[in-house]
């Protein structure tokens, strides 16, 4: 977010009553009703959960709501649970077993359509597949997929058998996923030959040869999906469909101790190994399902479509968990926002350049809910307003936004241009750590301002306060904490209890840290900064700058590296690399473009740097601490120039960084 945007967020003035048809429906109605269900939560924190957790189907009731002691929670103890079964079995049992769960569409154009009755099939089918192939509860598995049905069902198959999984966004390389395997010594993966992305294959399976050898992973299951050239190891690959196909459609689920791990997702801390974020069965899916009825106000004829990619916590909590919990349709789409349709799919006609493509889906399928992040709003809106404007978009009644501020603007076109001045917009803020939407607008209830993310949810005890955890008066910026322990907060690190517990209830007596700058408006609105750590935010996704400084320190050329992030008008921040390399190497574009390769053969694409500067040195405070604060000052003070063999004139840099010196 850049710092223009972040003043007009603090000076956004104007508000959005909730459109009456749309109060008149929903489940909570009114500020007044909001106000008071979350007294209500005020007044008996355990109470409130119980009944929020009553509406998952327990095998076993539990005997304690919480226990609590910081930093660890344990909820709803002694009781026992299947999460495949609250998402799948009791909707397939019942009056839903025809209705589509999973709307599908390929970025090729192809299509399906999977009912509850039979997405319970297939997962039963994957589970005993899954069992067959040796995987026993306790143990990884790494899903490494593009965004189609089989995903969901392996993740659901995984969680069926109790063995957590961790998924891997397909855009990481090779490396990554090693990192994330070896991390927890991952039994199995399960992947695809490939996956269509602008009209190319994205090479998943060679990726994961790439990334195994020497891993604790004996056998990778694998989805025909672009009928791509494979490589294969006899005895420890496997197709999907023919393991699934001679499995039984019949599979009896175990349930599970509410605190056993659902699943752990990597995401980017403040250090360059990115931590395993441990989630729990029941206190997970009770925030999940809670999240998805309330924020998204779901209901049986719903369309819901959250275009995360099931490798982020959106797409766990609101593509698959969250949704299914509450019986809902959900839509999923593979391919890029900008991908047209092949004429194979469309009887030959011609499709446009795609553009359009997220309102064509919109249309065909009567999206009703529709769920993305602010990046993806901002190139919209770049993109033009001719490209909505061909489509019937009337089928929607809410609009939602995740994982970066919005900047008012972007708010203002999303509401007009593609919810027709008519649907009200959530703008959610959570985190990877805390499983399920924390401050959110309830759609029919609460006032929305453009920037905001309003208020808690009831349930959520957050704050913004001082470093000393003194409450900060309204109006001032902060550190935003939650204040209370809830069902979906994480667990753990995984095998690192120490760094879970000096990154969240360390840095602030008592409370969880959750790393963002906020403020909280007279009205008691939240207004969220962005990070306070050394976290970046790239289109919506998490990196860690030294994460990246690390990919580039492996390369043998490069001495040193500091990384920052740039406000960008697109992605929220750019990457921006100062680097010294090695003596003997010259700083040249060449280097520049070896540079940003390395980091994506490491990382992924979406670490690449946006611009590389090489620099004879790097600003360093008298204690040996790079300048960052000085780094990210130059990074957004002029404009990107491409490689230069030095970063500014030596000169200027050092008098600079004595300058700062005096202020560190
Ligand atoms: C940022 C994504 C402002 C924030 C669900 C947080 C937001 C980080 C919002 C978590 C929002 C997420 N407004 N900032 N509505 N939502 N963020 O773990 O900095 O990928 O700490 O989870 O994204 O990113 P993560």
């Known amino acids: 977010?850049?710092?223009?945007?972040?003043?007009?967020?603090?000076?956004?003035?104007?508000?959005?009553?909730?459109?009456?048809?749309?109060?008149?429906?929903?489940?909570?109605?009114?500020?007044?009703?909001?106000?008071?269900?979350?007294?209500?939560?005020?007044?008996?924190?355990?109470?409130?959960?119980?009944?929020?957790?009553?509406?998952?189907?327990?095998?076993?009731?539990?005997?304690?709501?919480?226990?609590?002691?910081?930093?660890?929670?344990?909820?709803?103890?002694?009781?026992?649970?299947?999460?495949?079964?609250?998402?799948?079995?009791?909707?397939?049992?019942?009056?839903?077993?025809?209705?589509?769960?999973?709307?599908?569409?390929?970025?090729?154009?192809?299509?399906?359509?999977?009912?509850?009755?039979?997405?319970?099939?297939?997962?039963?089918?994957?589970?005993?597949?899954?069992?067959?192939?040796?995987?026993?509860?306790?143990?990884?598995?790494?899903?490494?997929?593009?965004?189609?049905?089989?995903?969901?069902?392996?993740?659901?198959?995984?969680?069926?058998?109790?063995?957590?999984?961790?998924?891997?966004?397909?855009?990481?390389?090779?490396?990554?996923?090693?990192?994330?395997?070896?991390?927890?010594?991952?039994?199995?993966?399960?992947?695809?030959?490939?996956?269509?992305?602008?009209g190319a294959v994205i090479p998943l399976k060679d990726n994961v040869d790439a990334a195994i050898d020497g891993t604790t992973v004996s056998k990778v299951v694998v989805v025909r999906r672009c009928n791509n050239d494979i490589a294969w190891k006899d005895g420890r690959d496997v197709w999907w469909h023919d393991i699934i196909d001679a499995a039984s459609a019949k599979h009896e689920a175990l349930a599970h101790d509410s605190e056993h791990p659902l699943f752990s997702l990597y995401t980017s801390g403040t250090t360059g190994k990115p931590k395993g974020i441990l989630h729990s069965t029941g206190g997970y899916l009770t925030n999940a399902a809670y999240t998805s009825k309330l924020v998204f106000d779901l209901r049986d004829d719903d369309v819901f479509w959250c275009t995360a990619d099931i490798g982020w916590v959106t797409g766990h909590s609101y593509v698959v968990y969250g949704p299914l919990a509450n019986g809902a349709t959900v839509l999923m789409y593979e391919g890029a926002p900008n991908a047209p349709r092949s004429s194979a799919f469309t009887s030959g006609h011609a499709t446009g350049i795609g553009l359009d493509r997220f309102w064509d889906i919109i249309e065909r399928w009567g999206v009703t809910v529709f769920y993305t992040a602010p990046t993806a709003i901002r190139a919209f809106m770049k993109w033009g307003d001719q490209h909505p404007a061909a489509h019937d978009l009337s089928s929607l009644r809410l609009l939602g936004s995740v994982g970066e501020p919005i900047n008012p603007e972007a708010w203002m076109w999303y509401r007009k241009t593609i919810g027709g001045d008519r649907c009200p917009i959530v703008d959610t803020w959570w985190q990877t750590e805390t499983g399920a939407i924390m401050i959110s607008p309830l759609p029919g209830a609460t006032p929305t301002k453009p920037g905001s993310a309003t208020r808690p949810l009831p349930g959520i005890a957050v704050d913004v306060v001082n470093k000393d955890g003194q409450p900060v008066p309204a109006g001032s910026g902060g550190f935003l904490v939650i204040k209370r322990p809830w069902p979906s907060m994480l667990r753990t690190i995984w095998g690192d209890h120490e760094r879970f517990t000096k990154t969240y209830f360390g840095e602030i007596d008592g409370v969880y840290f959750a790393g963002d700058g906020a403020r909280r408006d007279e009205d008691g609105y939240y207004w969220i900064m962005g990070r306070v750590d050394d976290v970046i935010n790239v289109a919506g996704h998490r990196l860690s700058t030294m994460e990246v400084e690390s990919a580039l320190v492996s390369h043998p050329k490069v001495a040193e590296a500091a990384v920052v992030g740039r406000p960008d008008e697109m992605k929220g921040q750019a990457i921006v690399a100062f680097v010294t390399p090695r003596s003997g190497f010259v700083a040249d574009e060449i280097l520049g473009k070896e540079l940003r390769e390395h980091v994506v053969k490491e990382i992924g694409a979406l670490a690449r740097p946006e611009e590389i500067r090489f620099a004879e040195a790097l600003p360093k405070t008298r204690s040996g601490k790079i300048m960052r604060r000085l780094l990210r000052e130059v990074a957004s003070g002029s404009k990107a120039r491409g490689d230069t063999t030095t970063l500014e004139d030596q000169g200027v840099l050092e008098k600079l960084a004595q300058s700062f010196d005096k202020e560190e």
């Open 1 to 198: 977010m850049s710092s223009s945007s972040i003043d007009s967020v603090l000076t956004e003035t104007r508000s959005f009553a909730p459109p009456e048809e749309f109060a008149r429906a929903a489940r909570v109605r009114s500020l007044a009703e909001y106000e008071e269900l979350y007294a209500k939560a005020e007044r008996d924190p355990e109470a409130f959960w119980a009944e929020v957790a009553g509406e998952l189907q327990w095998a076993k009731p539990w005997t304690r709501v919480l226990d609590w002691s910081l930093p660890d929670a344990k909820w709803f103890i002694g009781g026992r649970l299947n999460a495949s079964v609250s998402c799948v079995d009791r909707h397939a049992q019942g009056a839903r077993k025809n209705k589509a769960a999973i709307l599908f569409e390929g970025e090729p154009g192809d299509t399906r359509v999977i009912t509850y009755g039979q997405l319970h099939r297939e997962v039963c089918r994957a589970a005993n597949a899954l069992t067959a192939l040796g995987v026993k509860p306790g143990e990884f598995v790494a899903i490494y997929m593009p965004m189609i049905p089989e995903a969901a069902i392996a993740m659901l198959a995984c969680a069926r058998i109790g063995a957590p999984h961790t998924v891997v966004f397909g855009g990481f390389s090779a490396e990554a996923l090693r990192d994330r395997i070896d991390d927890c010594q991952a039994k199995a993966v399960i992947t695809a030959d490939g996956g269509w992305r602008r």
